[in-house]
């Protein structure tokens, strides 16, 4: 088989078979297929697409690239959910306890945040001590025990899509369907998990700019897990504005026990009830979603998924104390508040700025090397549909370095005030 042809195929945008997919995915594994051809590949894959057999032929080629987990030795079904990326997104951290405090199983492996979007490990590194490496006897072992562990992905999961991901971001094939929907996918299945909740977002923050886009995305990774034999529900959920109120790591966190403890934000305490209840509905805890929701909610109400949440800090290493006192455990050293110029309605909440703005004030990494401050972030005040008068707080900056006047600018910009009443957006719009 000859890799020229293969391009050439897909340029005439004709269907790959398994073996030509297999060819590749091998040569970019063994670096016998050099990256100017891979990169050509994946340009005409962005232009001509894949059909989903061609995309399920993908992401299993892909999963056979590196380890696989396997999470036999843990009793049950294991569930997992994946997000593909918003701002202010700390689901993980709500979910993980809420579910296994209703008895299910989190075997969890999470990743780091690059560029406007967040990562749960970074978040979990904001509180002192937690651990996010552990063997895999021991993290067994602990899900055995408690039924949740969260670590790090570990380095050779899904090798060839470690190749194919730096070659995407600077060849501009970052954003095509196949190829994020296989990359997704096979390091969900490589993980191990029996079943797997997709929250799919849409919106300025997101991959995904449009509902339609996000339903494409999720019926192609649906359809890619239950032909590996995985069971896979999806969310299609709105990323126009950021999930909660805080973004940043110590913040995001510190939301997360607000949650827990029953005093969140209703937007992210409802769509951490919906995941939920699909989680346990696939689990087989429960024998509808709706149930699976009632459960959760019984669950969260009664603090036990908090109790859970310090059980699982506590047991990777983590310094629940510092929880006593959630202001010192998130006081940056400087802060400042945005104030509306403007009167009006607040039209817009631009998602991927603030992720932007949330990052330059330290939150996150331009590069990979960078070094993350646990306590900068934004915490905001005002949502989407809300009146605003001039002088109102929109949000506060935090940050342990000192915040400038262009930080402010343009955080105000990512406010957009109109003279019109909007009503408030919807955060979940379908379940599949
Ligand atoms: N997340 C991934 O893991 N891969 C993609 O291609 C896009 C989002």
């Not at 110590?250 to 209703?266: C, D, F, S, W």
């Not at 940056?332 to 104030?339: E, L, M, N, P, R």
């Amino acid at each position: 088989m000859r890799m020229v042809e293969i391009i050439e195929k897909k340029r005439d945008g004709l269907a790959l078979s398994d073996a030509e997919i297999k060819f590749w995915i091998e040569g970019v594994s063994n670096d016998s297929i050099p990256d100017y051809q891979t990169s050509a590949l994946l340009m005409a894959i962005v232009l001509k697409g894949m059909t989903t057999e061609e995309t399920t032929f993908l992401t299993e080629a892909m999963l056979h690239s590196g380890d696989i987990i396997d999470l036999s030795a843990i009793a049950g079904k294991k569930v997992d959910k994946h997000s593909t990326g918003g701002v202010g997104d700390k689901t993980t951290i709500i979910l993980s306890p809420l579910v296994a405090a209703a008895g299910a199983k989190v075997a969890k492996m999470s990743g780091r945040g690059l560029g406007h979007t967040g990562g749960t490990l970074d978040k979990l590194e904001s509180i002192p001590g937690y651990n996010i490496e552990l063997s895999s006897d021991a993290f067994i072992k602990q899900v055995n025990d408690i039924n949740v562990a969260v670590v790090g992905q570990t380095g050779n999961l899904v090798y060839a899509d470690k190749v194919l991901y730096s070659l995407r971001d600077v060849t501009g094939t970052v954003n095509a369907l196949p190829l994020i929907a296989s990359s997704i996918m096979s390091k969900k299945l490589a993980g191990g998990a029996d079943c797997i909740l997709l929250d799919v977002k849409y919106g300025e923050g997101a991959f995904m700019k449009t509902v339609e886009d996000a339903r494409e995305l999720a019926q192609t990774m649906i359809a890619i897990g239950k032909n590996l034999g995985r069971e896979v529900n999806a969310m299609l959920t709105n990323m126009n504005q950021p999930l909660g109120n805080a973004i940043g790591n110590a913040l995001e966190v510190e939301e997360a026990i607000l949650t827990l403890k029953n005093e969140g934000p209703k937007d992210l305490e409802e769509l951490c009830l919906v995941a939920a209840g699909y989680m346990l509905f696939q689990a087989g805890f429960v024998d509808s979603s709706e149930a699976g929701y009632d459960l959760a909610l019984e669950t969260l109400r009664s603090e036990k998924a908090y109790d859970v949440f310090l059980t699982w800090i506590a047991a990777q290493g983590g310094d629940i104390s510092v929880f006593d006192d959630l202001d010192a455990f998130t006081k940056a050293t400087y802060h400042a508040d945005v104030i509306a110029q403007k009167a009006g309605h607040l039209h817009d909440l631009k998602a991927l700025e603030l992720g932007m703005v949330s990052t330059r004030l330290g939150a996150g990494r331009e590069t990979k090397d960078d070094i993350i401050d646990y306590k900068a972030g934004i915490i905001l005040n005002q949502d989407v549909g809300n009146e605003i008068n001039v002088g109102d707080k929109l949000a506060t900056l935090y940050s342990d370095t000192p915040i400038n006047e262009q930080h402010i600018t343009d955080a105000v910009a990512c406010f957009v005030i109109d003279n019109d009443a909007i009503e408030k957006p919807q955060l979940i719009a379908d379940v599949l």
